[in-house]
């Protein structure tokens, strides 16, 4: 029952012995990753993606009627001209105008941007609580587990929607406008991260939790200890690498899962707030336009899909790649 | 891999067996109201009266809290009492009273309304009884006054019987006397606008205390009207069958009212053909809504008026909000005209330039909406001192930006208005900082963190009104009620506070001279448009879809269903 | 066994305590319950300052608390303004049973609760059965063969429910199938509500009012069950007794029926055991659009008047729920995997 070489160096720190070797774990694991057909697929969106929102902005220029000047980047995604809205796609406006003329494409682009790094601020802060906590109370047990699990509970016994709500109230409003890589950010942003990151990591805890509580039981970690592992390391460099896979995968489904979370705040009033434009929010204000503007939702739609999809086959992928026992033969 | 193959086969037989139940129904039940049976004749309609036919199925996006109108002010809640509990009269079309429980609308000539203006005698009709065949008295509504001024009910709103009325008297069976402190100017839409059953009601207060846990209140099978309730399940649906022992009987069987919370979710329901009326359409989505030819938009004035209530307060407004010239220049600044004709609909909702002028004849008819003038605007900035010193493209003075704050809910028509408007000022060189909160708290009182009653702002937008169709809205503009931690629940939330007005809006509340009152009113008008309190977006009428298979229906703005007797349905 | 189950019992007591005291602390950020009470326009000044003291509002927060907990007929309260208490209170508080009247329409709790309860719960535990189903059936097949077209496509599609956001999801739906095929002329199923008043409220009704609200459900979270699913069989498929049991030559079927199952079921009935108690909370959007009764529309609406018995009232009763689901699930966890200790 016990593997415990191969098991404990599935580590992604790779440290000095490893290296050595012809071909490291991680080499496997990058192997089979590139095997990984859907993880490919979702390698080359999340490139293309990428590409898009950065390199897209140099794309968002044209001539602003109502200010009677040519604008670019972020300026011409804000630059509204209401007797052009709801315009379908044309040469002028590749993805149509919203419902008060401003270019469909220019705002995909800054708000891909901002919906983006929600995903991933969120996901970071879950990951980083919900791994933390998991770890400890599961490594420690006894009253630190319980403290733990007890605060854990307490948070899962309020719906995520009432957290945030309590959130906005608190939050709403107050917090000041941040330059962020030169770009203005609402304090709404800043409030929509922590909220969604701070509501999302208790399913994470009780996954790596109980993971851990069946590999602390294991021989090689009773080795370890016996050895005189320090309690950081052996949580830090045994216990939650073997439980990489769940962190891999809510990680993974938690960027995501905060981008829809964006747009589910958004339908609730709560979300990003003044100019700036996310997926969500452009999504928010298309939903009456179902069947009357189409383009509305379609764009901004399928983007949070793409991101969403191609987020999750890559790791989807690095789940399979990082279990060093998947192998295509079962 | 062959045993993997039986293992799926095996699962997907177990999940197929498992989801025929639902989807087997799938394929049949949505075949079944496709013929749709004639709906049936009623075979429970009172033999007298054997002409009930059809019912009228109405959405609403909220629903009730309580149906006992002491326990409510709900718009969704109000509107109801149109089918099951009527006052003294009803608003028809035009905004005319029409006589429900009343013979008489009193007034000086047949002797309702005394010389002092401070005793209303109201004269009530001999031929009403309740549902359940007991007469109505005036000592229901001596008992309504009370249980409404009793300390022992915990009653929604006691306006304006508290602060006005001294006393309610029953002269006679049929004679109700109202004497007042002062006259009361807004008598007409707001005394007796529904009354209780005393011989309901009152042995409930006499055992438990108060009517607060009454069941009638959820359940208030005993009423007043063309129509008489018959069951509500929370969240769902609220019925109201045809009443036979009104004096109007109706001709539908019953009207059913179901509760829908999304708007979107409502279009779909009132395209589908699933609800007959539905209510605060957007003006944007009239042409979806009556595409299919099945559906008519009715806009229907109930008062509302969109517009910039200005924060003037000395204590938290930005220094530049205390000149009336930069007031103005805002509004110059802002073309509303091009708003309200890309974003609304002009002929629904044009530029309104007092904060009345949907309460027609209150608005002043001299008035136009300031114009949209930006090199006006520009003059008017320059000369108050407000010029771009620093070159950031904004203006400042004295080392302050010219930025508001350009505050307002999270709908999504205001939050698009804001926008186009911030793009607008930047021409003429006015910032702004935009803040969306959701209506709850926008609306909370100073003490709860309230936005706008701690004037945390320079510009709120929202649509209000005043007692429609009377014009009655002093509170927001008196001196008395400016909030502040000394008076938190003050309703005066722009700070405002101007002498000439506060005597214009005393002297009118206590004018029962309805022509007299017209032409203060004009003056407040007048003076609020030239000091520029108040600027005017759009009127915003009520617009309500009504399927073409219901028909007869008159919709009014202080009474929607006030004539759903005359309602018919065609199959 | 009885001992642990006792033991967590006992525990649960001072949790749930804290949490009601947390949700009190946080209600009393969410607004003023009198700010608009659903109307159009503010009510007026005077009766605010009379509608918070007749309420209690004006009370201080600790004082509120302790009302709610434990009741106030024990006190005078001042009714008329006049300064004087002389009304006795009449509140039990949640610990002698009386779970409060809600302030927005009056009436207890626990009965308004009890009204939209059985609602979620048809829509809720309809929905639930058939994710666990589909998520089972799709993620092991899934597992059993993982990369091969099925489990591509199945993975595609399923990915693509997942990342659609729910309201978008549920209004296209009701677009499509109930406005677009009544147009067209096809079966259709109806926008919203239970059932049709012309009808009335048969099952059938109920029935057909429900497919596209549990669809909507389903769609959004198949995915993610199924993977999860998918990733614990591949992890118990690749462990040393799954290869001992087949190199010893036991039967493919046994293998994954015996012992891969019982073993990847663990953090499934995890997530399941975690997932039931939120069952009672009902799902807020899904609830919204379809205009459907239930939990998570009495929640949203209460929401926003700021109507705290009620709010706690339905918080306090999901905490007990999930109190006791979390135990029920460790028992579980426990039976299922002896490597797991209960002490």
Known sequence: MSEPVATSSTSLIPNARQATRPLSPLNLAARRFRKHRMASVGLYLLGFLFVYITLGSLLSRGYCAPLK????????????????????????????????GRDIFARTIYGGQISVMIGISAAFVEVLLGALVGAVAAYYGGWVDSILMRITEAMLNIPSLFLLIIGARFFGGGLPSLNFFGRELTGSVIVIILIIGATSWMYLARIVRANILSLRERDYISASRALGASDARIIFAHLLPNTIAPLVVSATLGVASAIISEAYVSFLG????????????????????????????????????????????????????????????? | MKQNLYTFLTLVVLASMALSACGGKTAETPAAPAQPEAPSPTQSAAPESPTFSGTATITFTQEPDSLNPLYTTMFFSGITRDFWLKGMWSFDDDNNPVLELAAEVPSAENGGLSADGKTIVYKLRNDIFWSDGEPITADDFVFTYDMIMSDKNVVQSRYPYEDYVTGVTATDPKTVTVTFSEPFAAWLTTIFTYVLPKHVLQPVFETEGTL???AWNKAPTVGVGPFVFSEWESGSHLIFKANPNWIHPPKLEQVFIRIVPDDAAQEAAIIAGDTDIGVFLSSDQIEKLEAGGTVDV???????????????????????????????????????????????????????????????????PDLKPYPYDPEEAKRLLEAAGWVDSNGD??????????????????????KNVQAVVVQQWSLVGIGAKLENYSSDVYWNGYNDGGPQAQGIYDIAEYSSVGSFPDPEASANFLCSEISGPENPDGAN????????????????????????????????????????????????????SVNKRLQNVRLSGATPFWNVHEWTVTQ | MTTYILRRLGQAVPQLFIISVILFALMQAFGDPVATLGARTPPKPEDKERLRRMLGLDQPAYMQYVTWLVGNDWQKLDMDGDGIAETPGQRKGILRGDWGNSLVTRRPVLEMIGERLPNTLILMITAEIIIIVFSLAIGLYSALRPYSLFDNIVTGLSFVGYSMPVFWLALSLMYLFAVNFRRWGLPYLPTVGMFDPAVGKTPAELIKHMILPVATLAIISIAGYSRFVRSSVLEVLSQDYIRTARAKGVRARWVVWRHALPNAALPFITLIGLDIPFLLAGAVVTERIFAWPGMGRLFIDHTERADFPMLMGILMLISIAVVIFQIITDVVYSLVDPRIRLE
């Not at chain 1, 990003?272 to 997926?279: F, P």
């Not at chain 2, 493209?393 to 205001?414: F, W």
């Not at chain 2, 509340?509 to 009113?521: C, G, N, P, Q, S």
């Open chain 2, 298 to 364: 009715i806009a229907v004035a109930s008062g509302y008026d969109e517009g910039w209530f200005l924060n003037v307060s000395p204590v938290n407004a930005h220094p530049a909000m205390l000149d009336p010239n930069v007031r103005k220049a805002i509004a110059l600044a802002t073309d509303r005209f091009t708003i309200v004709n890309d974003l609304l609909d002009p002929e629904i909702n044009p530029v309104n330039s007092t904060y009345w002028d949907g309460t027609s004849p209150y608005g002043n």
């Open chain 1, 270 to 330: 709560l979300g990003v707030q003044g100019a700036t434009a996310t997926w969500g929010n452009m999504l928010d204000g298309a939903y009456q336009y179902l069947e009357t503007a189409p383009w509305l939702w379609f764009f901004p739609g399928t983007l949070i899909l793409l991101t969403v999809l191609g987020i999750n086959f890559v790791g989807d992928g690095l789940r399979d790649a990082l279990d060093p026992y998947s192998t295509r033969h079962v």
């Open chain 2, 493 to 544: 939330w722009q700070g405002l506070c101007d002498e000439e007005l506060d005597a214009l809006l005393m002297e009118q509340a206590v004018t029962l001279d309805v022509e007299k009152r017209i032409e203060l009113y004009h003056q407040i008008g007048k003076l609020m448009y030239d000091k520029v309190y108040y600027i005017g977006m759009w009127l915003d009428p009520d617009l309500w």
């Open chain 1, 69 to 100: 000047k040519d604008l670019t980047g972020e300026a011409y995604a804000n630059c509204n001209d209401t007797s052009l809205k709801l315009q379908a796609p044309s040469r002028e406006h590749i993805f149509g105008t919203d419902v008060i």
């Open chain 2, 212 to 214: 607060d846990n009454a």
């Open chain 2, 393 to 414: 493209g904004t203006r400042d003075k004295d080392g302050v930006e010219l930025v508001l704050r350009y505050i307002t809910n999270t709908r999504e028509l205001r």
